[in-house]
């Protein structure tokens, strides 16, 4: 199957053979922690000559509960990922929420994100279309591989062809996902480059009560799973601290495990690709 070269910026590419990852941490907790971790995301992959797009939230708008931190706003976020974007040298991801957020998240950003609970949200979805930025897609919980090809006619409709395809897990029963391999192979076949979510893969929805659990210690093995079956980029959330972190605190990867990981997924990503 023939896949799409996209090209984020920075001399980063998806889909030319290689294995670009998206990291960083789920939600921007301050400046200074945003700052300290692209600082080292990014000289650990000039080091590993591996391609990297950073990637942060300024809000998380679909926290369980109404008390959890979302993030320091819009305004705010992207002060922060925009001197990432400069000071690193490196193309910056975030999530986008509503219409109204794509044009200015487009303005600082490389790449919008369509979070997994808005992939079938029409107006949002041709929004970032429009804005001709590449648009990172996560597949619904709740949606079959195959009706993603929707979701990227979606996108088409504004001419843009620059899109990813991200699985993230579905749902199984209450408040507990699986990763089928099978989703990333499906949507493959649509044409566009396909990533892996492996730590929101391990998620626990709403599993704490007040907030969503999961099983962290899992997502190196789907890492390595999903890039066996040929895929182009792996996503993850890293911390420093993950035990502290301010969401997603029970899937994240610590830093210090990031590189042993990464190095792993590119021998794979040569041993399946050649």
Same mark, same amino acid.
């Given at each position: ?11 980063? !590419? ?35 000559? !591996?391609?990297?797009?950073? &990637? ?17 706003? +819009? ?35 490389? *790449?919008?994100?369509?979070?997994? #609970? ?8 041709? /929004? %970032?279309?429009?804005?001709? %930025? ?13 009706? *993603? ?37 499906? *949507? ?28 962290? &210690?899992?997502?190196? /093995?789907? /890492? ?6 040929? +895929?182009?980029?792996?996503? *993850? ?17 610590? #830093?210090?495990?990031?590189? /042993? ?10 041993? !399946?690709?050649?």
């Amino acid at each position: 199957m023939k896949i799409k070269k996209i090209s984020v910026d920075k001399g980063v !590419v998806f889909g030319d053979g290689g294995l670009t990852f998206i990291a960083g941490p789920c939600v921007i907790e301050s400046r200074a922690m945003a700052l300290d971790l692209a600082e080292r995301l990014t000289d650990l992959a000039r080091r590993l000559k !591996v391609g990297f797009v950073f &990637k942060a939230s300024f809000d998380k708008a679909n926290r369980t509960s109404v008390d959890s931190y979302r993030g320091p706003g +819009i305004e705010k976020g992207l002060e922060i990922l925009a001197e990432v974007r400069q000071t690193f040298d490196v193309p910056v991801v975030t999530d986008v929420h509503e219409p109204w957020q794509c044009a200015p998240v487009a303005e600082v950003c490389d *790449m919008l994100q369509i979070p997994a #609970f808005l992939a079938r949200q029409t107006d949002l979805v041709v /929004a %970032a279309g429009e804005t001709g %930025a590449v648009v990172n897609v996560k597949k619904g919980q709740f949606m079959a591989p195959e009706d *993603m090809a929707q979701v990227v006619k979606k996108i088409e409709s504004t001419g843009n062809r620059r899109i990813l395809l991200c699985e993230r897990g579905a749902s199984f029963g209450y408040r507990n996902l699986v990763a089928d391999m099978r989703s990333l192979l499906i *949507m493959r076949e649509l044409g566009y480059p396909v990533v892996m979510d492996a730590t929101h893969s391990v998620q626990r929805p709403g599993g704490l009560g007040t907030g969503s659990g999961g099983d962290g &210690k899992y997502a190196p /093995a789907l /890492a390595r799973a999903a890039v066996a079956t040929g +895929i182009d980029g792996v996503f *993850m959330e890293t911390h420093r601290n993950p035990k502290v972190a301010k969401s997603d605190a029970a899937n994240a990867i610590k #830093f210090s495990e990031v590189e /042993a990981l990464w190095r792993k997924l590119v021998e794979i990503n040569k041993i !399946v690709k050649g």
